[in-house]
């Protein structure tokens, strides 16, 4: 599977263009997973609720299923999971995009908004291969793409899976 992670600050878009660059992808008939890094007060499971029961009842895994999709809530007994673990528990796709995981080792795709007042992340990580943004920026050798026009970034995507081998996390 091809790994491409999309980072940037809090509020920088990376949800939004994803939800944007997903569906162009998939019309183009490429499969697509995504990998979200969730920050460390997340739970998507609530008090009351069947499944936080069972946990709470010293369940390790438990496994949701309903007629249209399923989810598998296991309890992380020691560190937290490595990128490369997350992505072996996936099924074989074309793309697996990652939000999140800035620190990690892989190709990323930074998004990055100079109005939110935050420093660029890829003049110090040499794994930013792009840089999507609101304004236009001089990134050296790296790849800009304007962040409000999708199709644009869907297609250099596009260009990725079609090229050269993108590196395995």
């Given amino acids: 599977m091809k790994v491409l992670g999309v980072v940037g600050w809090s509020g920088s ?20 997973s995504t990998v979200k890094h969730a920050h460390h007060g997340f739970d998507m499971d609530r008090p009351g609720k069947d499944t936080f029961r069972h946990r709470e009842a010293g369940a390790r895994e438990v496994l949701v299923a ?10 992380v007994t020691g560190p937290e999971p490595a990128l490369p673990d997350l992505l072996t528990r996936l099924q074989p796709v074309d793309l697996v995009l990652v939000e999140g995981f800035k620190s990690h080792p892989f190709p990323k795709l930074e998004v990055h908004r100079p109005a939110l007042g935050k420093p660029p992340i890829w003049p110090s990580d040499p794994d930013i291969v792009a840089i999507a ?12 793409l304007a962040l409000n026009r999708p199709a644009e970034v869907a297609d250099w995507i596009m260009g990725l899976l079609n090229g050269p081998d993108i590196t395995h996390p």
Avoid: F, M, Q, Y
């Avoid at 990376?14 to 008939?29: D, F, R």
């Avoid at 309903?66 to 309890?75: G, I």
């Avoid at 943004?133 to 800009?144: F, H, I």
């Fill in 133 to 144: 943004s609101d304004v236009a920026l001089e990134t050296g050798n790296r790849t800009w």
């Fill in 66 to 75: 309903t007629a249209s999709r399923w989810a598998l809530l296991h309890e």
């Fill in 13 to 32: 878009g990376k949800t939004t263009l994803l939800e944007a660059v997903i569906p162009l992808l998939c019309a183009a008939g490429r499969s697509v």
